[in-house]
Nanobody
Framework: VQLQASGGGAVQAGGSLVLSCAASRSIFSRYIVGWFRQAPGKEREFVAAITWGGASTSYADSVRGRFAISRDNAKRMLYLEMNSLKVEDTAVYYC???????????????WGQGTQVTVSS
């Protein structure tokens, strides 16, 4: 499975962005998919995940209530709507999936190339 993330950019604090992730194969619809991020000098961290049918989602405490994950299996697309952005949300954001992926953020085998999000004060 190849993943292509897009939608990143520069925004002021309090603003919004929507990230998109396109998957190359229809098998994508069978897996839990998620978003992760990595800020400069920090380890990659889990942001959000969604089950194959979209019935269940999970979020990191730092983004819960501000970010919303969704997917469109027919289009093989994953989305991350980010609202009330903070300077500390600045990072490269990655979409990921895999046959072992979980809502807790573990077991992700396939990764996109990342898209940069920069939030300024």
């Amino acid at each position: 499975v190849q993943l292509q993330a897009s939608g990143g950019g520069a925004v002021q604090a309090g603003g919004s962005l929507v990230l998109s992730c396109a998957a190359s194969r229809s098998i994508f619809s069978r897996y839990i998919v998620g978003w992760f991020r990595q800020a400069p000098g920090k380890e990659r961290e889990f942001v959000a995940a969604i089950t194959w049918g979209g019935a269940s989602t999970s979020y990191a405490d730092s983004v819960r209530g501000r970010f919303a994950i969704s997917r469109d299996n027919a289009k093989r697309m994953l989305y991350l709507e980010m609202n009330s952005l903070k300077v500390e949300d600045t990072a490269v954001y990655y979409c990921a999936t895999g046959p072992r992926s979980t809502l807790r953020g573990s077991g992700y085998d396939y990764w996109g190339q990342g898209t940069q999000v920069t939030v300024s004060s």
